[in-house]
């Protein structure tokens, strides 16, 4: 089958997905043992000095950010999910798995993954986090200075699919803690000369090279009861490693760590990321002389959330995202070794009633090398 025929048999399953959302009742409804969910999100972004450089250089845009999910129990031990995804990058099958359970306390999943990496990983829908954009070290094509020869996103753009198995499970220590792990084999990052993003969602979806990567994922959560001043809490950590060109030859390391605490109203959350790249070291056309054949992306972020009043929240956001080591061949002569970006943004999210939800935030950028600007999100959506 060519890759013009496979793009076309994932845009035909995504409308029949996208058919069969439309035709059940309710959100999240079920038929005859068949879950159908999803959300749909319209997103401006703009910059407010629309004709300075980092707006002509940057992707602003109306866009789409859409999911549609169906779920399927085959028997009590085995279920089927797909999730399509239409966004800036296209109409994409965001994950094809099967999830298998042999036991209470371990499941096995195979097939188009969503691989756990931090606690954004579980957020990625617009209808789960306050925002208009995602985080700087989970930013998936929405970012000033973004492109592959800049800043080239985040640190692991999200969501992050791949082709693949996963093991895990929840184990309950007590009454009140719980703990998630899993472990995970896909077929890994893909690139040269530094990850290219958008070959992870590009056909084939096999591997590049003949060697998967590997990680994994320990979640410890506490469980509150309602009404607790001291309400539910959660840590955790991430861990990937691989080779993502052709040849084997450049290899990645990535990990993170992430806690969310809830104080009666208010929800505090922080992640930090990192990961370590190699680059080729007989690439031509470096602007700095590549002492250390490798660079490091790094970055963290922390919010503030809270009500204010019935059906209005707010949110804050403090975050950086820094890159230490030479630049690609052809990046701007800006372009520093050491590169970063500071972002504070405030936002907020009114719900008008149930599922459906208006987003509004402002973002003020102070960067080291291509100065200091600002830009806004505007948008609507709902969940079904």
Not at 53 to 81: E, H, Y
Request: glycine share 10%; proline share 5%.
């Amino acid at each position: 089958m060519t890759e013009r025929h496979l793009r076309h048999g994932l845009a035909a399953a995504a409308g029949a997905v996208l058919a069969c959302a439309l035709l059940a009742p309710g959100p999240a409804r079920a038929v005859e043992g068949i879950i159908f969910s999803g959300s749909v999100f319209v997103d401006q972004w703009g910059f407010v000095e629309a004709r300075q450089d980092p707006a002509r250089k940057s992707p602003q845009s109306l866009a789409p950010m859409t999911t549609l999910k169906v779920g399927a129990d085959v028997n009590d031990d085995l279920s089927f999910s797909a999730k399509a995804c239409i966004g800036c990058h296209g109409i994409d099958m965001e994950h094809v798995a099967i999830d298998y359970q042999p036991r209470a306390w371990m499941n096995i999943q195979a097939g188009r993954i969503v691989v756990p990496f931090g606690d954004f990983s579980n957020r990625v829908d617009p209808s789960s986090y306050r925002t208009g954009s995602q985080p700087l070290i989970y930013d998936m094509g929405r970012m000033a200075y973004g492109a592959r020869n800049t800043m080239n996103l985040g640190v692991v753009p999200m969501p992050y699919v791949d082709t693949g198995a996963m093991l895990y499970g929840v184990k309950w220590l007590g009454s009140r803690i719980q703990t998630w792990w899993g472990a995970y084999t896909v077929s890994g990052l893909r690139g040269s000369n530094d990850v290219d993003w958008m070959a992870l969602r590009s056909l084939p979806y096999n591997d590049n090279n003949a060697e998967p990567a590997y990680g994994g994922r320990v979640t410890l959560s506490y469980s509150s009861d309602a009404g607790d001043f001291i309400g539910d809490a959660s840590v955790g950590g991430s861990y990937m490693a691989g080779k993502y060109d052709r040849e084997a030859r450049l290899g990645y390391e990535a990990w993170a760590a992430d806690a969310t605490f809830r104080i009666s109203k208010l929800v505090l959350r922080g992640e930090y990321a990192s990961r370590k790249t190699d680059l080729d070291p007989l690439a031509t056309g470096y602007p700095f002389a590549l002492d250390d054949p490798f660079f490091v992306k790094d970055g963290f972020y922390a919010e503030l959330e809270h009500p204010l009043g019935k059906y209005l929240n707010v949110v804050y956001r403090y975050e950086e995202l820094k890159r230490s080591g030479s630049p690609l061949p052809g990046a701007p002569a800006e372009m520093s070794a050491d590169s970063r970006f500071v972002r504070y943004t405030g936002g907020v999210v009114l719900t008008p009633a149930q599922n459906v939800f208006v987003k509004a935030s402002w973002e003020h950028w102070d960067t080291t090398d291509f100065g200091r600007f600002n830009t806004y999100h505007a948008g609507i959506g709902g969940a079904f």
